[in-house]
Antibody, heavy 118, light 107 residues
């Protein structure tokens, strides 16, 4: 079955760019819409963006101006870049697989905490 | 953006009792509604999709119902491992949005 694993720096300075990668194993990168979701400490979930292996993307309007999502099918990875970060971007970042049918995000990576601080 | 509102914020239930969680959408999401369970320090786990279909491996004590704007997740007899936070999520419209969560705690 598909397994996801996030990787990237756990600490980013304010105004810099947060960069994360999600490695996909156990399944085809062509099978899902690959998403990033975040969760600030003690708070709820916010969908950030998705990308399909074809390159089709969709972004949350609240973050669209600062976010880039990309996919590397040869490496079975997809990535997130969030620029001009502030402390409000401190969160656990999850990668997850989304499909319209059957519906929902499944599976999820374990999540990685990114702290924005100088 | 569709706003998902969950109630109550916290539900205190004794083991073996029934728990009923509500989720309301600010506009119709038809049946494009999922429920997730999240335990401390873990990623969310998909429980229900299509408003009422259990995901693979989810026990039958979890059931979902509703369509349009009103949805319910019912846990028929709470087990110790069910105490967690539950989120609903709509996938009918962009952006995809989650409710604020309901924490089910031991009474």
């Amino acid at each position: 079955q598909v397994q996801l694993q996030e990787s990237g720096p756990g600490l980013v300075k304010p105004s810099e760019t947060l960069s994360l990668t999600c490695s996909v194993s156990g399944g085809s990168i062509r099978s899902y819409y690959w998403s990033w979701i975040r969760q600030p400490p003690g708070r709820g979930l916010e969908w950030i963006a998705y990308i399909h292996y074809t390159g089709s993307t969709n972004y949350n309007p609240s973050l669209k101006s600062r976010v880039t999502i990309s996919v590397d099918t040869s490496k079975t990875q997809f990535s997130l870049k969030l620029n001009s970060v502030t402390s409000a971007d401190t969160a656990v970042y999850y990668c997850a697989a989304f499909n319209w049918k059957p519906g929902g995000f499944d599976p999820w990576g374990q999540g990685t905490l990114v702290t924005v601080s100088s | 953006e569709i706003v998902m509102t969950q109630s109550p914020a916290t539900l205190s239930v004794s083991p073996g009792e029934r728990a009923t969680l509500s989720c309301r959408a600010s506009q119709s999401v038809t049946s494009n509604l999922a429920w997730y369970q999240q335990k401390p320090g873990q990623a969310p786990r998909l429980l229900i999709y299509g408003a009422s279909t259990r995901a693979t491996g989810i026990p039958a004590r979890f059931s979902g119902s509703g369509s349009g704007t009103e949805f319910t997740l019912t846990i028929s007899s709470l087990q110790s491992e069910d105490f967690a936070v539950y989120y609903c999520q709509q996938y009918n419209n962009w952006p995809l949005t989650f409710g604020g969560g309901t924490k089910v705690e031991i009474k």
